[in-house]
T-cell receptor, first 116, second 105 residues
Framework: GAVVSQHPSWVICKSGTSVKIECRSL??????MFWYRQFPKQSLMLMAT?????????EQGVEKDKFLINHASLTLSTLTVTSAHPEDSSFYIC????????????FGPGTRLTVT | KDQVFQPSTVASSEGAVVEIFCNHS??????FFWYLHFPGCAPRLLVK?????QQGRYNMTYERFSSSLLILQVREADAAVYYC??????????FGTGTRLQVFP
């Protein structure tokens, strides 16, 4: 089956620093990648959708200048949390699909970010 | 407001049929997606669609604004978090907060 990896699986950083999270599709070409965030006891919330080679589409309330998304190839998307603050501590999870519409989203295992 | 509702916890005995209920208030969403999530692993799609369907031990019931995931012959290894999601298609899924399934021997 389709496999999506994320790196790192967990990261601790100091307030004010930037953190980059990678999402890779290992055995298929991901035309579209999605980034989600999950706070404790809450649902997976879609942050943004990115298509290879174009700018990401951000959901309402998500700051595009704070959460930089790059989808430079069909197998890699990155999420950079810039100037991280403790309130950015969360579980970030990506998913990838081979297209839009009816294509299945395959999820990565997620990245736990803790900002001190 | 677009929301998906599901119980926080469901408990069952081994061998029973477990039902996890989900309903939503998402406009223009007529597909349900049920995911299985073990902590530390990637959520995995179990069953989906806009009509009743079955994949192995997983059955999905379907109404326009509600769905149930039925797990047949539940085992202790099925203890995990189950997410219900809704969407018009797979482009934009609205997730519930997840249901933790507890299975007792």
């Amino acid at each position: 089956g389709a496999v999506v990896s994320q790196h790192p699986s967990w990261v601790i950083c100091k307030s004010g620093t930037s953190v980059k999270i990678e999402c890779r599709s290992l055995d298929f070409q991901a035309t579209t990648m999605f980034w989600y965030r999950q706070f404790p006891k809450q649902s997976l919330m879609l942050m943004a959708t990115s298509n290879e080679g174009s700018k990401a589409t951000y959901e309402q309330g998500v700051e595009k200048d704070k959460f930089l998304i790059n989808h430079a190839s069909l197998t890699l998307s990155t999420l950079t949390v810039t100037s991280a603050h403790p309130e950015d501590s969360s579980f970030y999870i990506c998913s990838a699909s081979a297209g839009t519409g009816s294509y299945e989203q395959y999820f990565g295992p997620g990245t736990r970010l803790t900002v001190t | 407001k677009d929301q998906v509702f599901q119980p926080s916890t469901v408990a069952s005995s081994e061998g029973a049929v477990v039902e996890i209920f989900c309903n939503h208030s998402v406009s223009n969403a007529y597909n349900f997606f049920w995911y299985l999530h073990f902590p530390g692993c990637a959520p995995r799609l179990l069953v989906k669609g806009s009509k009743p369907s079955q994949q192995g031990r997983y059955n999905m019931t379907y109404e326009r604004f509600s769905s149930s995931l039925l797990i047949l012959q539940v085992r202790e290894a099925d203890a995990a978090v189950y997410y219900c999601a809704c969407g018009r298609n797979t482009d934009k899924l609205i997730f519930g907060t997840g249901t933790r399934l507890q299975v007792f021997p």
